[in-house]
């Protein structure tokens, strides 16, 4: 059974920045970030596929960045420049079953985490 445990959620104002790390268990080839904000549809963030190519919402590009700690297996979502928009609950996701084109697709991932809230304030 594959465990996926996210943290660094917090609050911040406009402008700052956030970082977010996810822990999974057990072999991965795809990971991802998605969000779900109060009356919306859960949507892709990034993704990274073989823990080198990645995909990012248009929202995001630029602003936020998608890694992976090769050393410890941790995923990171360096979320800079944040805005009030991005304000929502944040989902890591994992799934060994799935492809570079799907990466932002929920779809795609088998095992999620239970999310960690985001707030930006103006």
């Known amino acids: 059974q594959v465990q996926v445990v996210e943290s660094g959620g917090g609050s911040v104002q406009a402008g700052g920045s956030l970082r977010l790390s996810c822990v999974v268990s057990?072999?991965?080839?795809?990971m991802g970030w998605f969000r779900q904000a109060p009356g919306k549809e859960r949507e892709g963030v990034a993704g990274?596929?073989?823990?080198?190519?990645?995909d990012y919402a248009d929202s995001v590009k630029g602003r936020f960045a998608i890694s992976k700690d090769e050393a410890t297996g941790t995923l990171h979502l360096q979320m800079n420049s944040l805005k009030p928009e991005d304000t929502a609950m944040y989902y890591c996701?994992?799934?060994?079953?799935?492809?570079?084109?799907?990466?932002?697709?929920?779809?795609?991932?088998?095992?999620w985490g239970q999310g960690t809230q985001v707030t930006v304030s103006s």
């Open positions: 057990g072999y991965t080839v795809c």
């Open positions: 990274i596929f073989n823990d080198v190519d990645t």
């Open positions: 996701a994992a799934s060994y079953g799935c492809s570079l084109s799907r990466l932002l697709r929920r779809d795609e991932y088998s095992y």
